[in-house]
């Protein structure tokens, strides 16, 4: 059985920070890559920033230079920095796992964690 188990949303104002986390645990796979995606009310799912195993990154172009994501491969943990938030970033935040598991690759998500950013 896999969980992804996200932590770290909040309520904060504006030009404040935040730090998610979510953590994969279970057995019988190795992850590929994890990532962040948040839904706001009223808009589609869409991809924040990822990290491949290898430390490869990309981001969206609302979130460059303000965002930044990381992964500790030892615990299975991938964190997003969130610093300059600004209301239009308040949303669910999801987290992503891509998984290698019995030669597929299974993608998992986390139940989500709201980020709320007052003015």
């Known amino acids: 059985q896999v969980q992804v188990v996200e932590s770290g949303g909040g309520l904060v104002q504006a030009g404040e920070s935040l730090r998610l986390s979510c953590t994969v645990s279970?057995?019988?796979?190795?992850?590929?890559?994890m990532g962040w995606y948040r839904q706001a009310p009223g808009k589609q799912r869409e991809l924040v920033a990822f990290?491949?195993?290898?430390?490869?990154?990309n981001d969206a172009d609302s979130v460059r230079g303000r965002f930044s994501i990381s992964r500790d491969n030892a615990k299975n943990t991938v964190y997003l920095q969130m610093n300059s938030l600004k209301p239009e970033d308040t949303a669910v935040y999801y987290c992503?796992?891509?998984?290698?598991?019995?030669?597929?690759?299974?993608?998992?998500w986390g139940q989500g964690t709201r980020v709320t950013v007052s003015s």
């Open positions: 992503n796992a891509n998984l290698l598991r019995s030669g597929s690759f299974v993608n998992y």
């Open positions: 279970g057995s019988g796979f190795s992850i590929y890559a």
């Open positions: 990290i491949t195993r290898g430390g490869s990154t």
